[in-house]
């Protein structure tokens, strides 16, 4: 069964850098998202891509993050300058539709 | 703003005891609601979607029904394979080029043998 894939599972880094998550989106589905979860909180949307550009986002997704399809098939969320409070799991998403498909996360860590 | 509220946050069942699960909501225009299984570290499964009141889906053991203000997820005869966080989903008219969810906080089942 075709599925969302998220590199990489874990990432590390120091408050201040850059980071950049990866996911590969089921190949014939049309819309993206990225959402968070906080550990013990509930979760919550960042930003919806469609037709190669940001269809919604919420206030979260500030100036400090952006994404991008580069190609045919990932979609990537970049943090350009990581804070304390970006440590969570990120979850790719995508549909053809109104269905939802998510994938495992990355657990982000900000040291 | 969209608001969705879960409850219990936590249940204990025993093997075979069933129970149902709440979610209750606020939105400005549905367009769905949507049930996901979320295991420890790992995303989201979907399991339903319900569109208009009144409406029902089944899968095993597993029973979702909608109202005009909230959903029940009905879990007959748990096993402890069932034991997840049930998260609960909204879904509305946020034009066009995003079906975007809004999350409640999950109620997190543990099946005890």
């Known amino acids: 069964e075709p599925e969302v894939t998220q590199t990489p599972s874990h990432q590390v880094t120091q408050m201040g850098q850059e980071v950049i998550l990866r996911c590969v989106p089921i190949?014939?589905?049309?819309?993206f998202y990225w959402y968070r979860q906080i550990l013990g909180q509930k979760v919550e949307f960042l930003v919806s891509?469609?037709?190669?550009?940001?269809?919604?986002k919420s206030e979260i997704f500030d100036d400090q993050f952006s994404v991008e399809r580069p190609d045919g098939s990932n979609f990537t969320l970049k943090i350009r300058s990581t804070k304390l409070e970006d440590s969570a799991m990120y979850f790719c998403?995508?549909?053809?539709?109104?269905?939802?498909?998510f994938g495992s996360g990355t657990q982000l860590s900000v040291l | 703003e969209d608001q969705v509220t879960q409850s219990p946050e936590a249940l204990r069942l025993q093997e075979g005891e069933s129970s149902s699960l709440n979610c209750s909501y606020t939105v400005s225009g549905l367009r769905g609601l949507f049930w996901y299984r979320q295991d420890p570290g790992k995303g989201p499964e979907f399991l339903f979607t319900?569109?208009?009141a009144g409406e029902e889906k089944e899968k095993e053991r597993l029973k979702a029904t909608l109202t005009k203000k909230e959903s029940f997820l009905h879990i007959t005869a748990p096993k402890p394979e069932d034991s997840a966080t049930y998260l609960c989903a909204v879904q509305t008219y946020s034009g066009a080029g995003s079906y975007q969810l809004t999350f409640g906080k999950g109620t997190k089942l543990s099946v005890i043998p």
């Open positions: 998403a995508s549909s053809v539709e109104a269905k939802l498909f």
């Open positions: 190949s014939n589905h049309l819309y």
């Open positions: 319900l569109y208009s």
């Open positions: 891509f469609y037709n190669n550009e940001i269809s919604e």
